[in-house]
């Protein structure tokens, strides 16, 4: 970060990022199909990236293809697309996700011990596979998105195991090539909320973490207009931000037609926030808002 001279990439972090509620799809719904969690449609920002020649894939360690169960008809409403890899199926295996406990604290998915099956982290076996999706499609446009669940627990404890994988991956990315013409986005859809001794306790940064996840953009410095794209960045750095703005954004990074962009939300990339917007505007319960100005609820 703030590094202009010395890297191919800089990384832009926004710690005033702010979830429209404390649970996945609340989020993730506004931050993939930029309509809010009671709404009757939308269009996945998928469809936009396969429309314009992009190869996708996907991983998510967890029995399920999407952020939400699509099997039990949940959000059924929506306007969905499929990867064109998918690696899912794998973590179905009822050694790992069993049914009758899908929420165990003591086993599968949502545990707070380590995510193992067959002897490997389940993450291992999703970095294989997004490392051999991006090695086959080295020289085309393409979008994968790597998901993982092992921070959705209680404890804030398994999710450290993932760290060395993480950097090797990372630095593998790079070693190979990949690195050179590709955007990167890290991001949490929440807080910690499944049961455990930050949920008992209720501390002031468990219950503000809660609406604060994390995000942050690694862009190469090689894009066109990049010295404007950073001083948007820059600006929305300490900015008032939801899964709104993150939506038009995705849009943004591949010319979609306006038409399609939410109307509560900026392109941060290519602009900069008023700095005005806060809870009211994306329709966010009192109670949830944790963005303050001048003593006050921001509105």
Not at 56 to 71: A, D, Q
Not at 119 to 146: H, I, P
Request: net charge negative; aromatic share 18%; hydrophobic share 30%.
């Amino acid at each position: 970060m703030n590094e202009t001279s010395k890297y191919t990439h800089e990384s832009f972090q926004f710690l005033k990022y702010h979830g429209v509620g404390t649970w996945t799809n609340i989020n993730l719904q506004p931050f993939f199909f930029g309509v809010p969690y009671d709404a009757s449609n939308g269009i996945y920002s998928l469809n936009f990236f396969k429309n314009r020649g992009y190869i996708t894939g996907s991983t998510e360690n967890t029995c399920s293809r999407e952020f939400v169960g699509l099997y039990s008809g949940e959000m059924s409403w929506l306007v969905w697309d499929s990867y064109d890899h998918d690696f899912t199926s794998f973590f179905c295996d009822p050694n790992f996700y069993s049914k009758e406990k899908v929420y165990s604290m003591t086993d599968g998915p949502y545990c707070y011990r380590r995510k193992c099956l067959y002897g490997k982290q389940t993450y291992e076996y999703s970095v294989e596979y997004a490392n051999q999706f991006w090695n086959t499609y080295k020289d085309y446009g393409k979008m994968f998105r790597l998901g993982n669940i092992d921070a959705h627990e209680g404890t804030g404890e398994s999710i450290k195991y993932l760290e060395d994988d993480m950097i090797n991956f990372l630095n593998d990315f790079e070693k190979n090539g990949h690195l050179e013409d590709t955007m990167i986005i890290f991001f949490s859809d929440h807080g910690y909320t499944m049961p455990g001794i930050h949920q008992i306790l209720q501390s002031e940064d468990h219950v503000k973490e809660l609406l604060l996840p994390f995000i942050y953009f690694l862009i190469p410095k090689n894009v066109k207009n990049f010295d404007k794209m950073r001083e948007n960045l820059k600006h929305n750095e300490n900015m008032f931000m939801t899964p709104y703005d993150i939506h038009n954004t995705l849009l943004g990074m591949i010319n979609v037609e306006r038409k399609y962009y939410n109307k509560l939300g900026t392109d941060i990339i290519h602009k900069k926030l008023k700095g005005n917007e806060g809870c009211k505007k994306f329709k966010i319960k009192d109670e949830w808002c944790k963005c303050r100005h001048n003593d006050k609820t921001l509105n």
